[in-house]
């Protein structure tokens, strides 16, 4: 039985990947961070599963990966814990560089002391890109404009140095941002649909944003795992960029998503310059051949199809909520 570990399970990636491992028939150990209430929702239905395994850690905690990796033993590891939050990391520019680029190099640290055969898989990110036009593919110059797309920048270097330095599989996939129900309710995609479903449901009438002319290449999350996954899999270590190819404005997403619920977003989207970052990062669309002809990846959602998946499915949550609220009420 092939074991995994993945840093990041509690996340929206971490969960899908989870659920693609054990359907696969892996034995998955997850890193969990402590906190005062459990943070587990995204994996919460797997929670019986006899295959996965739960462990505390952290990536600022070099001796809780090291003792990890020698207890698991894995045959793959999947890097996805992040700070992962572009606007946060001007905030916390520290702790977003302990975590997202020194946290990479305690993983590799303890995965090169343990000597053991083990394939690793960093999270990068399109983000490194920056401020270099699109489209950008695999050997596109990197120019990140923020601490995030810094400290993710080093943690893809270092990455390639292990796997040149000391002959590890390790691959760095540059991913391009990719959505689903279970994104966290701060980016950008998640807050419309949220918004769309309050303001459709009467809890609200409005949405705040902030810079309506960034272009980004959504995809959908659960396809873009299955490629993580692909990545790991191919004879030979490399990059790779996950990306649909196409760009679309977050005007352009918010008037998909209000659309698919009958309504006009200009009737309900306010502005507010405290959501717009120091320096912004304009354009991110992915030249993914290499994947298409390497692993046989494609995406095949798109921004319009995600907008919707998105929009139904909080529609159905927070519609659930509001009954189950009216429920309460009428209980003497
Ligand atoms: P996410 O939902 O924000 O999940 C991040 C995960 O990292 C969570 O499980 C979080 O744990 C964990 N984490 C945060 N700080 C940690 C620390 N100090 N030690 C250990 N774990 C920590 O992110 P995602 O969207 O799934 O993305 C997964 C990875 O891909 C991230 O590395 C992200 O930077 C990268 N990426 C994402 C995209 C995208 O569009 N989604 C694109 C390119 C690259 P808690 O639940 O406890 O907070
Ligand atoms: O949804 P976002 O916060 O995602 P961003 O900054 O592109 O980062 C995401 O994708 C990266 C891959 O390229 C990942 F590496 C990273 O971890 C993360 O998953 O913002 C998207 C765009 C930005 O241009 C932002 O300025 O939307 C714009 N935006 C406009 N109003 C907003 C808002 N972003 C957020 N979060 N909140 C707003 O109110």
């Not at 990110?125 to 050997?139: H, I, Y």
């Not at 609200?204 to 790991?232: F, I, K, Q, S």
């Not at 199809?305 to 009216?326: F, P, S, T, Y």
Request: hydrophobic share 40%; net charge negative; aromatic share 10%.
């Amino acid at each position: 039985m092939k074991r995994a570990f993945i840093t990041g399970i509690t996340g929206q990636d971490g969960s899908y990947l989870a659920e693609l491992l054990l359907s696969k028939g892996y034995q998955v150990h997850g890193l969990v961070r402590r906190a005062s209430t459990l943070n587990r929702s995204r994996i919460d239905h797997l929670h019986q599963n006899p295959d996965l395994h739960l462990h505390y850690g952290d990536l600022t905690d070099g001796v809780s990966l090291v003792n990890l990796i020698h207890a698991i033993e894995p045959h793959e590891v999947y890097n996805l814990g992040a700070q992962s939050h572009v606007k946060v990391s001007f905030e916390m520019p520290e702790y977003t560089a302990s975590t997202d680029a020194v946290g990479t190099l305690r993983l590799l640290e303890a995965i090169r002391a343990s000597g053991l055969d083990c394939r690793f898989y960093q999270a990068s990110t399109s983000e490194m890109f920056g401020a270099t036009p699109p489209p950008q593919a695999e050997d596109t110059a990197f120019y990140p404009r923020s601490p995030y797309g810094a400290a993710k920048l080093y943690s893809h270097w270092v990455t390639v140095n292990y796997r040149e330095a000391y002959d590890l599989f390790a691959v760095s996939g540059i991913l391009f941002n990719h959505e689903s129900p279970r994104r966290g309710e701060s980016f950008v995609t998640r807050k419309i649909t949220l918004g769309v479903a309050s303001i459709k449901l009467g809890i609200t009438d409005t949405l705040t944003l902030g810079n309506l002319d960034a272009v980004r290449d959504w995809g959908y999350a659960p396809e873009y795992v299955e490629g993580m996954w692909r990545m790991l899999q191919h004879d030979e270590p490399g990059d790779y960029v996950l990306a649909t190819g196409i760009g679309t404005t977050v005007r352009e997403f918010c008037e998909a998503a209000f659309a698919h619920a009958g309504l006009d977003w200009q009737d309900h989207v306010r502005l507010d310059a405290k959501y717009e970052r120091p320096t912004e990062v304009d354009a991110l669309i992915g030249d993914a051949t290499k994947a298409r002809e390497v692993i046989g990846w494609e995406a095949t959602t798109d921004a319009k199809g995600l907008a919707q998946i998105m929009v139904d499915a909080d529609l159905e949550q927070l519609g659930r909520l509001v009954e189950n609220k009216r429920g309460e009420r009428q209980i003497p």
